[in-house]
């Protein structure tokens, strides 16, 4: 409407700077580089998405009907049994598992769907995926960034994030540390989301997941896992992903979330039942990242980097012990674009993290340019 003014400094004034806007400078040097430009900034996905994938979207393509906001219950008997089967969980319920457009979509309006708000504290790790604070931002959350929890004391969050295998760090959380923040966060009555989505890629140690019964008994309450199609199926362009745990909680985001329309489109539910009832191209995708893990980690060493954490995930967390923006250019220079650690806060201001999501002729030039120096 014209002259309409606004209350507030609006939703977008509240919120930090998209932070890959400020790669731009990075991003040109590295552009200019002779052999081109090797983005291993951003983690998404290169590789074909499966056949399987791609039939199931085609034949379930003339879809003139609304889709179920909560799944198709065979999808939701496929997300069951692929959590049963590759995770270990028990007793899980298909009405206790959703469907989501995307997992970053789920975490960055879990906090709005629950209905926090001013007063309610969310606790994410210090070196994080940003849209765990965004979220919380978002819904008007008090923001509190910890990795040992006994230190908050006789705080009482509302919501508690986990990440294991991390992004940024790789780093994979034992199942006693698991076991350990599922506790604690019972005994303040905090619900615990735990973001699974680089689960099928552990390295140097075997992931698991909090509806495992060795971490969380017999019981899910206060449990969320979250796990995503993008990088074990190669689905990113899909948005495919889900959360599955508590029942009473689930059921609340799926009341939440047929109002607010907020529905996998049904082609997309059929590739998701394909694709999680096949682990063979997950095994095949396993085994293009671990060869590109092995030409690139030791590129970065021979350049001075030292690779911490990196058990698992699809990155190589590397410093040189210098301020994070430094190694960017560094990086730049010989035309390689990588992500700086202030993006995943402020514990993580000497780190870079590199990606393995870049084709096998990519990775090696990458690492190429490296040796050469």
Not at 186 to 195: C, F, K, N, T, V
Request: charged share 20%; proline share 7%.
């Amino acid at each position: 409407m014209s002259g309409a003014r606004r209350k507030g400094p609006g939703l977008a004034a509240t919120l930090p700077d998209f932070p890959w806007d400020s790669l731009s400078a990075a991003k040109a040097t590295a552009a200019a580089h002779p052999g081109g430009m090797v983005d291993l900034s951003v983690g998404t996905p290169v590789d074909p998405t499966p056949s399987l994938g791609l039939e199931a979207l085609i034949a379930a393509a003339n879809s003139p009907g609304y889709p179920l906001t909560s799944g198709t219950p065979a999808l939701r008997e496929a997300i069951v049994g692929y959590l049963q089967e590759r995770w270990g969980a028990v007793g899980l319920l298909p009405e206790a598992t959703l469907p989501v457009i995307g997992t970053k979509e789920l975490v960055a309006w879990l906090p709005t769907l629950l209905g926090l708000g001013p007063g309610d504290v969310v606790v994410f790790p210090t070196m994080a995926y940003p849209t765990y604070a965004v979220g919380a931002q978002i819904a008007g959350c008090e923001l509190v960034a910890a990795d040992d929890l006994d230190a908050l004391g006789d705080l009482e969050p509302a919501l508690v994030w986990i990440n294991s295998p991390s992004n940024p760090t790789g780093e994979i959380l034992s199942g006693d540390e698991l076991a350990a923040r599922v506790r604690w966060a019972r005994q303040r009555g905090a619900l615990i989301a735990s973001d699974e989505c680089y689960g099928e890629f552990g390295w140097d140690a075997e992931p698991m997941s909090v509806l495992h019964p060795d971490i969380c008994g017999d019981s899910h309450q206060g449990l969320l896992a979250v796990h995503s199609l993008s990088k074990r199926s190669n689905l990113a362009g899909y948005r495919a992903g889900f959360v599955a745990g508590d029942p009473e909680v689930v059921g609340d985001l799926l009341a939440v979330r047929k109002h607010a329309g907020m529905i996998v489109p049904a082609p997309v539910q059929q590739a998701m039942i394909a694709l999680l009832q096949d682990s063979g191209h997950v095994q095949d995708q396993r085994t293009r990242y671990l060869a590109r893990r092995r030409v690139l980690k030791p590129a970065l060493e021979r350049a001075g980097f030292t690779i911490e954490h990196s058990e698992g995930s699809l990155y190589l967390w590397a410093t040189r012990g210098e301020d994070c923006r430094a190694s960017v250019d560094f990086l730049a220079e010989n035309g390689i674009l990588v992500a700086p650690g202030d993006f995943y806060g402020d514990a993580a201001g000497e780190f870079v993290r590199v990606a393995l999501t870049a084709t096998d002729e990519r990775v090696a030039a990458a690492a190429q340019r490296l040796l050469d120096r």
